[in-house]
């Protein structure tokens, strides 16, 4: 079994070192990671479910794709990368916030990252990797805080807690208006 390192980091996301992925992830220590928020022209969100074999969240809803840079990699590269092998495109990404979070999943394992989250648009067939991803949907903005407000356990705690800051940065940054997003 091939094994993967994090990278360890603190509050103010400076890198302290490294450790294997599943380690941290036993251990509830911060470690860099990244969300990518994915929108169609019509201001519609893409949502992965996450594979059944996933270590946790398995069936879980989620945002286009996330995961964890390796050591010497750059975040927003990584971002590219995880987006072709979960779901088989590379599309412009541009970083819009970070934030920390702390979570307890099953397995016994916590999810403690500083989480960058990046936003892009894309329209064209998505081939998702079914090792990765079990469906994807694009929804309205509007229809995922109302099933998030009914159904909370059927998303993934990072997706809970980003939501709300991605809803404003889209209302903030495009004012409920049909438009053609140009990320670079």
Known sequence: MITQEV???NEKDEEI???EKMEAHRKGLLHRAFS???FDKQGR???QQRALNKYHGALLWTNACCSHPYPGEKT???AERRLAEELGFVTGIQEIFSFIYRADVENNLIEHEYDHVFAGEYENEILYNEAEVAKVDYRKLTDIKKDI???PSQYTSWFKLAFPRI???WKEKYNNVTVNIQFE
């Open 7 to 9: 990278i360890l980091v």
């Open 45 to 47: 969100m893409l949502l």
């Open 17 to 19: 070192g490294t450790m």
């Open 149 to 151: 407000e009914i159904n």
């Open 167 to 169: 809803e404003k940065w």
């Open 36 to 38: 990518v928020f994915i």
């Open 76 to 78: 927003h590269n990584a």
